[in-house]
């Protein structure tokens, strides 16, 4: 089969499950790790004969993909903030959402002097390992609940070249040995069960679930005790910057401004939508 072939079988199978621009997408991702194709190079050979051994790879990977399983969850890999990432089950995959949290923080952090950083929740650790990479000044923690998650996070900072201090942690009930933090950052839990009639099968049935949901009777539980970690361990002028459910933003930065922190603002992601809160402490 030609190049050309397989793009077309691409998106007459998968149209029933992704929209048009998606499928293109997801083609393009795998053609650049099965074939190391550009997505200049797909155009120019389009019409090349793909080796019977590549093929078979090309159509396994469509295989997988029937049933709804995530394309970087095939591929064991994915790219965050200009990184490769390792992803599996063990942890979320990285969201374009959280990468522009990621550059909003590294517009925000002076990297002129030595800085202190802590990251909650940090799953595959793309959050902290996008900053060491880019604050060199910055001394990174990483905390999760989940062993399997920190262990994961380890293999992705190793890969990157990044030295970051991780540990396993239950936000909610933290440990006592936590020094001063110049900024929090955080991605936790935030999505309310009733929200599950709305999502995609991919993510539902294969991302762990204890990191997407909470329960809708208490849906701002890490958030406060984000605010209470933070209360503990922010420094005096320090930052934090959180990610939230676009449909409390509000709740959120109440939270905040009861405990008097200072510049609470919400903030709007790419689609124009409330998904980050940005504070600072002052007293």
Known sequence: MTLSQINIMYADRLRAIYPNQEIEGIFKIVARHVLNYSKIDIHLNKDENILSSLENKLTSILDRLLTREPIQYILGETEFYGIIMKVDHRALIPRPETEFMV?????SIPNDKPIQIIDLCTGSGCIAIALAKNLPNATVIATD????????????????QTEINFRVDDLLNPASDFGKYDCIISN????????????????????????LFVKDSDPLLYYRAIVEFAKNHLSIGGLILIEINENLGNETAKLFLKSNFSDVDILKDLQNKDRYIKARKYE
């Open 145 to 160: 609940i989940s062993e399997n998650s920190i262990r994961l996070a380890i293999e992705n900072s190793i890969a990157s």
């Open 188 to 211: 936790p839990p935030y999505v309310q069960e009733s929200e599950k009639i709305n999502m995609h099968k991919n993510v539902l049935d294969f991302e762990p679930a204890s990191a």
């Open 103 to 107: 550059d909003l923080a590294i517009h």
